[in-house]
């Protein structure tokens, strides 16, 4: 934070990388635009979120220079809040590495199905040779790493990893859907069903979050329900459980063992364990 302000211009590095991320609210583009960061040739990516939807709305860029770019993105894009973009330190990236960089990003972002694309862009990588390939692809993974710590988790598609005995359930009106808690929030697992018919005081939100999962593919209809197609993440059990159900819901409830064991008393007995301890 080169100003001390959590809040204001922040740039990522790690131990033995070449590479810079730059992070900042579009509120104060004018002030910071004049570092060298934004003179250097790099791939950027704009976040925002629109009325209409639960999902953030991304642009996926490159520039030669950045700011070029950034500068007809503060003017003429009005969607979205804050941006990140990365360059390196020694200016290693030319045009071809950040248009390979773009077209990898766009592709994870349509595969993962967790943001909406601010409009349809072309994901055509360039040819490189198989050294650059290998370079530019070691700098993605570096930048995928980076990415969730700016909360920005739109590029990992979520596989769920638990065994089924170690899943929590909901069954209810001729449905069933299994998830788990996760560091990432709590996941739905894939062939998860979801009641087709909302509740008249759903809130909002959640109906929106519906919508928006038909709409990307994440669900899919099917007689009498809808079915999630892949793993998906949620913020909280609840927004879950909801989103499941139709219906506000208490996802620390309405989550169970097999047993019939809630959440709450899962997550009671977990801390009653560790005060023993």
């Known amino acids: 934070m080169p100003d001390g302000d959590p809040d204001g211009l922040r740039l990522v590095e790690k131990s033995n990388w070449t590479g810079v991320g730059v992070v900042f609210n579009r ?3 004018k002030e910071v635009a004049h570092r060298p960061e934004f003179d250097r040739t790099g791939v950027y990516v704009l976040v925002g979120m629109s009325e209409d939807s639960a999902l953030p709305t991304i642009y996926v860029g490159e ?19 804050w941006v990140v973009f990365f360059v390196t330190k020694d200016s290693s990236l030319n045009k071809a590495h950040v248009k390979h960089l773009e077209s990898r ?36 993974l570096d930048m995928l790493s980076i990415f969730p710590l700016l ?16 899943l929590l359930l909901i069954e209810s009106k001729g449905i069933k859907a299994s998830g788990y808690e996760d560091a990432k929030g709590f996941v739905v697992c894939s062939g998860s069903q979801l009641v087709k018919d909302e509740a008249a005081t759903i809130h909002n939100y959640m109906s929106t979050m519906r919508k928006d999962l038909l709409e990307q593919g994440v669900t899919i209809a099917q007689e009498g329900c809808f079915v999630f197609a892949q793993d998906q993440v949620f913020s909280s059990p609840s927004t879950a459980a909801g989103v499941v159900l139709g219906r506000t819901a208490n996802g620390r409830i309405e989550w169970k063992t097999k047993d019939g064991k809630t959440l709450k008393q899962l997550q009671g007995e977990a801390t009653e364990s560790s005060e023993e301890d």
Do not use: M
Request: proline share 5%; charged share 30%; glycine share 4%.
């Open 27 to 29: 509120s104060i583009y």
């Open 151 to 166: 909360g920005l988790g739109v590029f990992e598609k979520t596989v769920t990893k638990k065994q089924p005995n170690d």
């Open 105 to 140: 990003l766009l592709a994870l972002a349509k595969e993962a199905k967790q943001c909406k694309l601010h409009s349809e862009q072309p994901s055509l990588p360039p040819t490189l040779s198989e050294a650059e390939t290998a370079d530019v692809e070691s700098f993605l």
């Open 63 to 81: 520039g030669d220079s950045v700011k070029t770019r950034l500068d007809s993105h503060y003017s003429k894009k009005d969607f979205w809040d």
